[in-house]
């Protein structure tokens, strides 16, 4: 029975992906790794340009998997109380009250979208995380859950003015932070540019099949797929000793260009990310037909689960996209398995 | 008439010469058996020799103390020798004397070297000549002879007149007519090299241990220890993970299915392996990984594994190559 539920959803994750990627074109992986992060119950870091489609494409997976979506825009003059409700006067001439972004979908939302999260206050970023981490939030003297919400944040790497960057521990809260660029393929990028049908995103999102999933079950199936695949013995050995090796590299002679790797790293992965990493690697076996995580579905998830949660010397801090990227490819390279 | 007779006695005495120091060894006693040993090194063939030959033999004599030999009593060189009172034709033309003192006797190594002076229209018969040596006894101050006795060989005349059946000539004097063989000898030196670099190639490509240039590879070192791979589910592991190792070590980092290409830029001649690595990574997958899954390298993986890990061998030492590579070239 479980071997034939698994094998339902996996192609109701699949026709999910295809879906998705019909309407964003050439960005295979991040799509991949957002299914993989659905599946897992994680939160994502998105990085990327402006317009680069990470609305569509967060857009494009909550049509898929139903539910409500929501988003909100990051500003500095954005309060905690603005998640929650805002206030107007009505047509009678009297203050009215009304539910805020987070509780507009109630327990119905499923994907919840923080634009540009570096640019929102401190304040802002805290509740967020209470929210990411308990799923709950007391308003109105009610205590509301959203059980199936998935936070999507955004944050702009390029401008520095007038942001506040995400600490560390807030960051470790996200289960992924995935890139989201420009494809390279020149007929992709062509057929951006002058295929019409990208014109209008709310067209383009309305030919995404509608409720491929059913996003009040995939708490329940997340738990299926953690319990149905398996780790050994050896590929413990593995993840523990890549978890050394985001504490210490030099113990497994990494290095990375330019910098003084006695110097560079101040905290390695967490155990809240290696435990987030591994349920991820569960979610990418599972889809790729395994019944056990191999060093491969590490690998699929590595840096997107391992390098937003790494603290760099902050001499380091201004390069620490290309550090992070290189100094954990070459543990991947460094570490053997078995 | 009388007076004829004593004149002509006379000129027979002076005209048959005899030499002075033969008449002087004539006189001298022999030395006892014992005192002298000897030991000769005659020239290697007895026939053949003709005018202007040199000939050399090597004499060693050990002459037991109180006897000493007299220095002077060693043949002269250029001094001629005869027999029966005729010139043999052969001379001394070159001595080498070493005198090696031990406690109990002196060891003289001697060289001679004689010249022919002699021909003939036919063969004859020649010999180094005896030499007799002067010994004296330092305690009774007696003197002795010994004699180093001659050596016989035959001097070839320069060339033979009239038409000679060679066949027919059974003369013992000629030493055996030989053929030509330099050509064959050539050839068989050429063919036994070929041999000898084949034999190398050979084991080169067969070979388990690492006395030549990349054979200390580390699948060289895997190969043995899979062979010696007991087949048991930790003998497997063990295999597995012998050659993980190798690969690592072979690529410069931690080798995946997901990074193959990677070691095929570095080393091209292991594409040519590309299915059997797969494959490999299908085995170490099941047996690490994920026991459910299913490989695709047979019943008997520790065969299949040394039969992988010898092809690896080989891509190591260049032995397959990169097709693409030698097409270019």
């Known amino acids: 029975m479980s071997d034939r539920l698994l094998a339902d959803w996996r192609q109701h994750a699949l026709t999910l992906e295809t879906e998705v990627n019909k309407v964003v074109v050439g960005q295979h992986n991040p799509v991949r790794l957002i299914t993989i992060a659905i ?44 998640l929650v409700y805002h206030t107007y006067l009505g047509e ?56 199936h919400m998935i936070v999507f944040a955004d944050r702009n790497q390029v401008e520095k003015e007038e942001t506040f960057e995400i600490p560390s521990a807030a960051r470790d809260r996200f289960m992924m932070e995935i890139p989201i660029v420009v494809p390279n393929d020149d007929d992709i990028m062509s057929g951006l540019m002058f295929d019409t049908r990208f014109h209008n995103v709310d067209a383009l999102i309305d030919t995404v099949k509608p409720d491929v999933l059913k996003f009040d079950e995939l708490n329940a199936f997340s738990g299926v797929i953690q319990k149905s695949v398996e780790a050994s013995k050896t590929l413990e050995k593995y993840a523990l000793n890549l978890w050394k090796a985001t504490r ?33 690697a569960r979610v990418n076996a599972w889809l790729n037909e395994r019944t ?47 | 008439m009388t007076q004829l007779i004593k004149l002509y006695l ?78 043999i034709g052969i001379d001394l033309s070159n001595i080498k004397h070493i005198k090696k003192e031990s406690d109990n006797s002196v060891e003289h190594d001697l060289t001679l070297s004689y010249q022919v002076f ?31 006795p001659s050596w016989d060989f035959a001097i070839s005349p320069l060339s033979i007149f009239g038409a000679v059946k060679v066949e027919s000539d059974m003369t013992g004097y000629r030493g055996p007519l030989l053929l030509d063989n330099s050509d064959e000898k050539q050839r068989l030196k050429i063919l036994l090299s070929i041999l000898g ?7 080169y490509m067969l070979g388990k241990h690492t006395w030549l240039p990349k054979m200390g590879g580390p699948f060289a070192k895997t190969y043995r220890l899979i062979r010696k791979s007991p087949n048991t589910p930790q003998g497997l592991q063990d295999a597995v993970s ?8 072979t690529a410069g980092f931690s080798l995946f299915n997901g990074n193959l290409n990677q070691l095929f830029e570095q080393k091209p001649a292991f594409k040519q392996i590309e299915s059997e690595i797969n494959q490999f990574f299908g085995l170490s997958r099941q047996v690490f990984f994920e026991p459910n899954a299913k490989h695709t390298v047979g019943d008997t993986p520790i065969q299949w594994l040394a039969q992988f890990c010898r092809r690896c061998r080989d891509c190591e030492r260049g032995l397959i190559t990169d097709k693409q590579k030698v097409n270019k070239a």
Request: glycine fraction near 8%; proline fraction near 5%.
């Open chain 1, 39 to 82: 599946f897992a119950r994680g939160h994502v870091l998105l990085e990327g340009d402006v317009g680069v489609g990470k609305t569509t494409l967060l857009r494009a997976f909550t049509r898929g998997i139903g539910g409500g979506y929501q988003r909100i825009e990051g500003t500095i003059d954005l309060m905690p109380n603005d």
């Open chain 1, 92 to 147: 009678d001439g009297k203050p009215h009250v009304s539910a805020g972004p987070l509780l507009m979908s109630g327990e119905n939302l499923s994907v919840f979208f923080f634009n540009e999260i570096n640019r929102a206050r401190p304040q802002v970023h805290s509740l967020l995380l209470r929210v990411m981490a308990e799923r709950t939030l007391s308003a109105f003297n009610k205590e509301h859950t959203f059980p």
């Open chain 1, 248 to 280: 210490k590299p030099t113990d497994f002679g990494v290095k990375v260009t330019n910098v003084d790797m006695n110097r560079l790293v101040l905290a390695g992965a967490s155990p809240r990310g290696m435990s987030m990493m591994l349920r991820a």
């Open chain 1, 292 to 338: 056990a995580i191999t060093p491969e579905d590490i690998h699929a998830v590595f840096h997107e689960t391992v390098a937003h949660r790494l603290v760099f010397s902050p001499v380091y801090e201004m390069r620490r996209t290309e550090i992070a990227r290189e100094m954990l490819s070459n543990i991947i390279n460094a570490v053997a398995a078995p």
């Open chain 2, 10 to 87: 006379l000129a027979i005495v002076l005209s048959v010469s005899i030499p002075a120091h033969a008449l002087e060894y004539e006189t001298l006693p022999d030395i006892k058996e014992g005192v002298v040993s000897i030991q000769l090194q005659e020239p290697e063939r007895t026939v053949g020799y003709t005018v202007g030959d040199i000939l050399t033999r090597h004499i060693t004599l050990n002459i037991k103390k109180p006897y000493l030999l007299i220095d002077e009593s060693l043949p002269i060189i250029g001094y001629e020798r005869r027999y029966k009172g005729q010139l």
């Open chain 2, 118 to 148: 002699t021909n003939n229209v036919v063969a004859k018969n020649g010999a180094l000549p005896a030499e007799y040596l002067r010994i004296i006894n330092t305690k009774t101050k007696e003197i002795v002879r010994y004699r180093i």
């Open chain 2, 197 to 203: 670099l084949s034999l190398l190639g050979l084991l």
């Open chain 2, 242 to 249: 012998s050659m993980h190792t190798s690969l690592n070590k």
